[in-house]
């Protein structure tokens, strides 16, 4: 009796042991299921393309202050660091010496006036005799030189008289324009030559400020054949409009303008210089910082953009996207991409209007997978 209960209990294990198989063999044999992923569709829309470049700012207007006569600076009349105006005295030199001079050459001025009065009244008398026949023709030839040489002499002194006022007003040395000055590399007592090699002070103009930017050539270059080709258009007839990024990430209030592109690539970095002019009148900007401008080249009327998580990047650098077929399978596409505003790229090329971009659940395919795909909201992503 125990055999028999012990045969029979043997037998039904194995016969649930059978049917546990072969439905674990039948479901192995059955359809592969779909792997669920979000996506976007691909369609062309109307996006302004702009380029980030490195720069620096650099003074609107810079002018070295140099003495123009020479003599001791009595002086000094501004305050380092300050705002100062065009025409504002900053020092002043010992005068005496150009004084002196200037009054020398007044008096030659009254001397050669009075030289030529006395002239010209002889010359009068001389020409009225004349007409009598009371004087000879070689007399009133004489006396019409010596009028003509005394003019000309009270012309010498009066110019002479003007280059000791220009030197007088020169020992007042002030500012060429207006803006902030900085230290004094002089003192008071100091003997200063005319036009020396070493100025005794810069004013630099901060508002408006220059930024000079640098863009590789290949890159003007492409941006040229598209723009001639007509898949951009061009933003501004009157220059393009940058934005500015600071050192600390922060971005520069007022929009600025290009102002000119070179013309010459450096032969050391294949680099082209590019200058825009900044509204500064907060004083925020600074000569010598180092900034990223945002660069509107073009307006593409047809782009395609996606996300910049749909794009993976090969080994070798290489752009690819995961496309769904019109099978719902995965396939691995290699595509041209340049940045664009809102962390998207613009694709341009390696990728059709209408097709299917997974952005979501990369990473549990594979191409050749069969997938579910729903479609995302785009607006999502490019916040996230």
Known sequence: MTMLRITGLVSLVMAVAASCGCGSSGQAGGAEAAVPVGIIVAQPQRTEITTQLPGRTVAFRIAQVRPQVSGIIQRRLFTEGALVTAGQPLYQLDAAPYQAAFDSAQAQVASADANEMTVRLKHDRYLKLASAGDVSQQDRDDITANLRQAEAQQSVARAALEAARINLGYTRIVA???????????????????????????????????????QSAAEVLRLRQQLEAGSLARVDANGASVRLQLEDGSVHGETGRLEFTGVTE???????????????????????????????????????????????????????????????????????????????????????????????????????????????????????
Do not use: C
Request: aromatic residues 4%.
């Open 266 to 384: 450096s032969e050391s970095t294949g680099a082209i210089t590019l200058r825009a002019v900044f509204p500064n009148a907060r004083g925020t900007l600074l000569p010598g910082m180092y900034v990223r401008a945002l660069l509107a080249v073009g307006v593409a009327h047809a782009a395609l953009l996606v996300p910049q998580q749909a794009v993976s990047r090969t080994a070798r650098g290489d752009a690819t996207v995961l496309v769904v077929n019109a099978g719902n399978h995965v396939e691995l596409r290699d595509v041209q991409v340049e940045a664009a505003p809102d962390n998207q790229w613009r694709v341009l090329a390696g990728l059709n209007a209408g097709e299917r971009i997974i952005v979501q659940g990369q990473q549990k395919v594979r191409p050749g997978d069969a997938v579910s795909a729903t479609v995302v909201d785009p607006a999502t992503l490019s916040r996230g």
């Open 176 to 214: 060429p324009i207006s803006g902030r000055i900085g230290t004094s590399a002089f003192t008071e007592g100091a003997l200063v030559t005319a036009n020396q090699d070493a100025p005794l002070t810069t004013v630099q103009q901060y508002s408006p400020m220059y930024v000079d930017l640098t």
